[in-house]
């Protein structure tokens, strides 16, 4: 089945500690998203690509990177980081269409700093 | 500005009952996308029901019905005969574009 895959599901690491974090799809879809979720908040966008254009917020922090090395893999990259950090990140992806973009979620990362 | 309106944080129903989500949403663009996504104490995001902006019909999925009000932009989820099951966060979200706003959530609790 076409799906949208996040690795691992549960990562901990260490204050200061770099993080990757994963994200694969079969869908072949274009455009796939980075979003941050924390506890009983709604998901906030950290970046998106567009093929191989990155976008970022305005307001993700320089310590979030990405890497999309080709259309079926991407990559959330934290240099550093912080007990504020800890959330589920999920990734997403969706076709472009002239009328909207349904997205398509994987199970997402729980991410856990020490 | 605010997209998306969620305006009921936390909702209970009992269980075969059913239930309404309210959902308002702002956008002056003519083509959009509405969605219902229901997200479990797991963290998985599941996609449940679309609306089309063009669309005349309410969208409906199995006990997931959409309802469309487009003068009143609203696109509120009623869901029918709950089950305990259903007690998760539901998000209400609106694709345009190459944007994707997402609304507050709200918290459904089904009793038994």
């Known amino acids: 089945d076409a799906m949208v895959i996040q690795n691992p599901r549960y990562q901990v690491t260490q204050f200061g500690k770099p993080v990757t974090l994963s994200c694969s799809q079969t869908?072949?879809?274009?455009?796939m998203y980075w979003y941050q979720q924390k506890s009983s908040q709604a998901p906030k966008l950290l970046f998106h690509?567009?093929?191989?254009?990155?976008?970022n917020e305005a307001d993700t922090p320089d310590n979030f990177q990405s890497r999309r090395p080709n259309t079926s893999f991407c990559f959330l990259d934290i240099r550093s980081p912080g007990l504020g950090d800890a959330a589920m990140y999920l990734c997403?992806?969706?076709?472009?269409?002239?009328?909207?973009?349904?997205?398509?979620f994987g199970p997402g990362t729980r991410l856990t700093v020490l | 500005a605010q997209k998306i309106t969620q305006t009921q944080p936390g909702m209970f129903v009992q269980e075969k009952e059913a239930v309404t989500l309210d959902c308002t949403y702002d956008?002056?663009?003519?083509?959009?996308?509405l969605f219902w996504y229901k997200q479990p104490s797991s963290g998985e995001m599941i996609f449940l029901i679309y609306q089309g902006s063009y669309d005349q019909q309410n969208a409906t999925e199995g006990r997931y019905s959409l309802n469309f009000q487009k003068a009143r932009k609203s696109a509120n989820l009623v869901i029918s005969a709950s089950q305990l099951g259903d007690s998760a966060m539901y998000f209400c979200a609106m694709g345009t574009g190459n944007q994707f706003y997402f609304g507050t959530g709200t918290s459904l609790t089904v009793i038994p």
């Open positions: 956008t002056s663009d003519p083509s959009y996308g």
């Open positions: 690509y567009y093929d191989k254009d990155f976008n």
């Open positions: 997403a992806t969706s076709r472009e269409t002239p009328d909207y973009n349904e997205q398509f």
């Open positions: 869908l072949n879809h274009n455009v």
